[in-house]
C-alpha cells in the first residue's frame, strides 16, 4: 500500500529563521509529487510541482524553495522565514492525470 | 459557490437535509475533483468527474459538471454528522494533467444532529 509520510508534524519558529519540511512515498514508483500551501481557513495555494528526480517547477513565488533528491522524497526549504509563510503545508502525489493524494500535513507558526 | 475572490463558505444544515455545494471554474477544465477536508488534515478526494461526464454518483455522493455554463456542483443526500468538514473543488485549468491543479475557496459544512 502507498503510504505519504510528512515531516516535522508542527514547527514553531522565528522570523528570519531557516526553514525545512520534508516529505516521503512509499509503494509508488515516479510519482508526481506537489506541495500545496494553505493559510489558516483558506483554500489551497500549489507551489511547487515535480514530475521526475532533480526537476522541479514553481507555480508561485513565495521565498520558497523545492527539491526533489530522491523519487520518493519531496523537500521544502527556505533560508528566511516570514510571517507569511505561516499556514498548513501539504504534500501530495499523483501517477498522471487522476487525483491526488495528500499527506496529513506540516503546520507552520511564524513568530 | 465557491472560486474567484470569495472567502470560505459557510452552510449549517440538520442530520437528514440534502445539500448542494457548487463551483464555477474560469476556464475549460477536463476534469473537477471534488475534495474534503477534516480539521487539521490532509485533504481527501470523494468523486472525481470528467468533462465527458454529466454526472457522477458515489454512495450519498453526486456531482454534475456543465462545461457550457463552467459548473459543477456536489450534493449530499440525508446527511449526517460525519459529513462535516469543508469541501473544495478543484481544476486543471484544462492542461489534461495534474501538475497545475487550481483549488476553489472551499464550503465549509456544518451538520448538526
Known amino acids: 500500500a502507498q503510504t505519504i509520510h510528512q515531516w516535522p508534524v508542527a514547527e514553531i519558529k522565528a522570523v528570519g529563521s531557516p526553514l525545512s519540511l520534508g516529505c516521503t512515498i512509499k509503494?509508488?514508483?515516479?510519482?508526481?509529487l506537489y506541495w500545496y500551501w494553505q493559510a489558516t481557513g483558506g483554500t489551497l495555494q500549489q507551489l511547487f510541482y515535480?514530475?521526475?528526480?532533480?526537476?522541479v517547477e514553481s507555480v508561485v513565488q513565495l521565498n520558497l524553495s523545492a527539491s526533489r533528491p530522491k523519487d520518493d522524497q519531496f523537500i521544502l526549504s527556505t533560508e528566511k522565514l516570514l510571517l507569511s509563510h505561516s499556514g498548513f503545508y501539504l504534500c501530495?502525489?499523483?501517477?498522471?492525470?487522476?487525483?491526488?493524494?495528500f499527506g496529513e500535513g506540516s503546520k507552520l507558526t511564524v513568530l | 459557490s465557491q472560486w474567484g475572490e470569495e472567502n470560505l463558505q459557510a452552510l449549517s444544515i440538520q442530520e437528514g437535509e440534502d445539500v448542494t455545494m457548487n463551483c464555477s471554474y474560469k476556464t475549460y477544465t477536463t476534469v473537477v475533483h471534488w475534495y474534503r477536508q477534516d480539521s487539521g488534515r490532509g485533504p481527501a478526494l470523494i468523486i472525481l468527474i470528467r468533462s465527458n461526464e454529466r454526472e457522477k454518483r458515489s454512495g450519498r455522493l453526486r456531482a454534475t459538471l456543465d462545461t457550457s455554463s463552467q459548473s459543477s456542483s456536489l450534493s449530499i443526500t440525508a446527511a449526517q454528522c460525519e459529513d462535516t468538514a469543508v469541501y473544495f473543488c478543484a481544476t486543471d485549468w484544462g492542461g489534461g494533467s495534474n501538475y497545475k491543479l487550481t483549488f476553489g475557496k472551499g464550503t465549509l459544512l456544518t451538520v448538526t444532529p
Open positions: 515535480s514530475i521526475t528526480v532533480g526537476q
Open positions: 501530495a502525489w499523483s501517477l498522471g492525470t487522476g487525483q491526488l493524494y
Open positions: 509503494g509508488k514508483s515516479s510519482p508526481n
